[in-house]
Every structure is written in C-alpha cells, then in structure tokens.
C-alpha cells in the first residue's frame, strides 16, 4: 500500500494478517514483505527503460585524477602506439619472426607455421601463470575470474583452477612487482599488460594448443622459448627492420598529428619525445606521418631512453646524436639544443638542462609500467595512457542491449540485498534469493560476452575492476584511444573526476515498485 504525497510515493506497512507481519521487517518506519521486493523486481523488468544513463563518445578523454591544461607548460609522448598508430600488420611481424626463431633456433616443429594467429580470442590485460602456460583475468583484489582460465583455446573449469591455486586468490608474492613481474625468485605470473603483448598472447594460446592435443611438454619451457623469441623480434631489429621496409603498410598517416602538434607550439607548449626506440626508426615514422621537418616541433628528442630506467638512474648521460652521420657523438652533454636529437639520458638531467618542473609536464605513453608509473608515482609528472581498445569497449557499452542489461543488473542486486536484509530466513525469500543470484550470474556472462566471449572487457571481472584497470588509475591522470582525441578539447580545459560514491556513503537507492510506476 502506498500514499501519494504530491509526486512523491512513500511505501507504508502492508498490514494483512500476523503471519504476514511476521514476515517482515520494520525499520525507518518501513516494512518490505516478500511480495513487495518480488513486486519491485516483476516493476524494474517492467519500467528498466525509464532508468537514464549517459552515453560516452569513443574518443572521448577520460578522467582519473583531475587536471587543468592550463597549468601544463610541457607535452611529452611516447613513439610507439602513442604517436605512431600501428594496425594489427605490426603484430603479426612479432608473431611470425616468432614462428621462425622457435622453428629454426629452438627446433620446434615445422607445423607451427601452419598456425594462424588469432586476434579476437585474447585480450591485453591478462595474467600469465609461467608454470602451467594458463592465461587468465585477475581482478583489483588478486581474485581469479574463475570463468576465464584457458590452457590453449580450453577453458579450465572452476574447480579445477581451485585445485591448483588452492582458491581463487592469487598471493601477493606471486604477482606483479611494480614494473609488471614478478616478485618471486622463482616467477609464477607476469602481467602482459603493453600493446606488443598481443602477439605473445597470440603465440600462448596457439602454443599451448598444439602441444596439448599432440604431445606432453613442460609448459614452463614453453613460455620461456616465446619470451626468448619476443626479445629477439626486438633487439635483432626484425620489427624494426619490417616496418621500416614499407611503412605505410604498418603506419596510420593521420593528420590530426600534425594538427595536434601545431595547435601546442601556437599557444606556447613546449615538446618532448622520450623513447625507447633508435632515431633511424622514429624519423622514418615521423617523417612519414608528420614531415620532413617534424623535429622543427620538439624542444627535444630522446631515443634508446631505457625506460623505466630513464626515470630512475642518475648515472645514464646524454649523448648528442648526430643526424648527418647517423651515429652518438662523444662530446659531454651540458645543454641540451632546441630540436636536436639525444642518446640515453635520465629524467633528472632533462629537468635540471631545461628548467621544466615535474608537475608542469604531461607525459602520454601506451605502457601503464615503463611509460607511467615513475614519472606519476616518484616525479609528480601528469601522465595520459594511451588504449586503443578503448574505441570498441566505449561502443559496446553504449549498445542498447548492454545498457539495459547493466541496468537491471544494478537494480537486481539492490532488490537482492532488500529481500536478504529482510527475508533471509523465509523460504519464500530464500528460494528468490538463489533465483536471482542464478539470474545475476547469468547477466554477469552475458555482459562479459559482449566484449569478448573468453575475457570479457580489459577494465572490469564479474564485480570489480580488473587488475590491468587498477593499474592504469593509480599510474595514469587521463586515458583516451588515441592521441588526437585531445583535439576535441581547449588547451586550457580542465579535466573533473567523476564522484564515485564510496561503499559507506550514501547513495542513490533503486525506486520503489509505486514510484516506478508512477513515472
């Protein structure tokens, strides 16, 4: 029963019978009988429709921690996947110069060739058990999405994953140091967290696949070949050599770069690349994508910087590189020239050489460990993290089908926690209780299947946020898909975070089933 106070709805004691009250639980004056929380639940599949929810944009720019452009006098970027765009050609170089190093060097067996990558069943994000080769998504709290263990294409069941972890909790020893590795002697997880890991995604999982259908191997020896073979890709120069070779073929030419680039320098910011790459690589990049004369834009240019060690050590000096003949110069560095390029270096050196304070530069990089952290956490820099993912998981989210389900998933579990408050002991209450729960598990799939069927989104397990996200809030002030999305913004915007309410605080509550319906 429910009394109309102008537009208002106050739900009042529903007084039947004693068995009835019996039933019930009276609190604030209020007393919510079974049928009350089952009619709330028959009302919110009714009327989910008129619950709002806000639309994000794709290139949108968002916000972790509060910023104002007008306070940063410095722009600094990473080069690769931050201003150079690659497309999917750039991983199956890895994978394939991969392929042939384990073939030709480790003596795998030839059939591997014949296995092709890929890309839609991983994500980036994942955890790596090195001892068993098993990808899986842990969320913020170390907890093991049970639901997404794979050992090759198969899914581990539950109980399983139980069995060899003892739970679903992964110790605090065995994850992730502060840079993504492991802080054990002998390593059990390793975070594949940056945009090349998706190649080495690729090769785990097609990997551990072959060998389990065919023969025994020791999956730890497995995951160390594919590490071996990921850091030749590099340090051989097979990647760089590829892509280089015909750049076009791996590069996105977008002139919203150079646009970005003069808008800066017209309103007085001052520039800096800092990255891990060589010259040669980069000005052929950059050359491409931006012009001849691209180093015209940046106070100064940093290549083979050795980040995160970059931030870091003091004892890694400058070398001026000379752009004619291609090669480091001896000469000490105690200056650094407008617009010419340098070797090494470290942080403190670019700080103290061109007067810049930490907390006037924002620095926009891909990788959350080597490009973020130190600058965020020890230096005070303001820092922008780079996922191009983003594109794809801001469109589903604003499907009208994931929407709707995400709303009823929010209003489910308050109805959930109603009928426990007060009926936990009925059994009418109980059974609706493992009802819904079944009901909220099921969503829960569903919602993680419109991402991807295996993992589910890059930023969130069933009910927190994922690891990988965890990651990227602590490290990075602002996160968007793509470098140019700062366009869409004034170089004196101010960036608000969004007010989450905290658990113990209060917040808003589902309508009641009247109010509902009185809309």
């Known amino acids: ?43 919110l599949k009714r009327r989910i429709d008129i619950m709002s929810s806000s639309e994000k944009k794709p290139a949108d720019v968002f916000v972790n921690n509060g910023l104002n452009l007008s306070d940063i006098k410095v722009y600094g970027f990473d080069y690769d996947f931050t201003l150079a765009r690659y497309n999917n050609n750039v991983q199956k170089i890895i ?10 060097e480790k003596h795998y067996p030839e059939d591997l060739r014949k296995l092709a990558p890929d890309w839609a069943f991983g994500i980036r994000g994942l955890h790596l058990d090195i001892t068993n080769g098993l990808l899986m998504k842990i969320d913020c709290f170390h907890y093991i999405l049970e639901t997404s263990v794979y050992h090759g294409r198969q899914r581990v069941p539950p109980e399983k994953v139980k069995e060899i972890y003892g739970g679903f909790h992964v110790a605090d020893k065995d994850m992730n140091n502060f840079y993504g590795r492991s802080r054990s002697v002998r390593p059990r997880f390793r975070h594949l967290n940056d945009l090349f890991s998706l190649s080495e995604v690729a090769l ?65 910011k001052e520039l800096v690349i800092i990255t891990n790459s060589s010259f040669n690589f980069i000005n052929e990049g950059m050359t491409y994508f931006v012009g001849d004369d691209w180093r015209q834009f940046f106070r100064v240019v ?8 970059f931030h870091t050590q003091e004892w ?25 390029v340098y070797q090494g270096g470290n942080m403190n050196g670019l700080l103290r050489m061109t007067g810049w304070k930490e907390s ?26 780079i996922v191009p993912e983003l594109e794809h998981e801001v469109e589903v989210s604003n499907t009208e089908g994931f929407v709707r389900r995400a709303k009823f998933l929010s209003g489910l579990s308050q109805i959930l926690e109603r009928m426990q408050k007060y009926h936990s002991e009925d059994e009418v ?61 004034t170089t004196d915007h101010r960036f608000y975070p969004r007010r989450a309410s905290l658990p113990h605080e209060a917040q808003k509550r589902l309508p009641s089933k009247e109010f509902i319906e009185s809309t």
Not at 302 to 309: C, E, F, Q, T, Y
């Open 429 to 489: 209450g109980k059974l609706c209780i493992r009802e819904w729960e079944v009901e909220c598990d099921r969503i829960r799939e569903e919602l993680k299947r419109n991402f991807n069927p295996q993992f589910g989104s890059m930023f969130r397990t069933h009910r927190n946020q994922s690891y990988y996200f965890n990651r990227l809030a602590r490290f990075s002030d602002l996160y968007t898909s793509d470098l140019c999305n700062l366009l869409h913004y």
């Open 302 to 309: 940093i290549v083979d910087a050795r980040k995160p060690l």
């Open 1 to 43: 029963m429910a009394v109309a106070i102008g537009a208002r709805f106050v739900l009042k004691p529903a007084l039947r019978c004693r068995t009835h009250l019996a039933g019930a639980l009276r609190t604030f004056g209020q007393v919510y009988s079974v049928d009350d929380v089952k009619e709330s639940y028959i009302a």
């Open 95 to 104: 994978y394939d110069s991969c392929i042939e190093y384990l073939v030709q």
């Open 316 to 340: 890694n000096p400058f070398r001026a590189w000379d752009v004619e003949r291609n090669r480091p110069l001896w000469k000490a560095v105690d200056a650094l020239e407008q617009s010419q």
């Open 204 to 268: 785990i999982i097609n990997l551990m696949e072959f060998f389990r259908d065919r023969e025994h191997c020791d999956p730890s020896c497995v995951v160390a070949d594919i590490g071996d073979a990921i850091t030749q890709a590099h340090s051989r120069g097979v990647f760089h050599a590829k892509v280089m070779s015909d750049i076009g073929q791996f590069v996105s030419r977008d002139a919203g770069i150079c646009e970005l680039l003069e808008r800066l320098r017209q309103v007085d």
């Open 360 to 385: 006037e530069i924002l620095y926009f990089g891909d990788d959350v460990y080597s490009d973020l952290a130190d600058p965020s956490l020890h230096a005070g820099i303001r820092t922008g993290c």
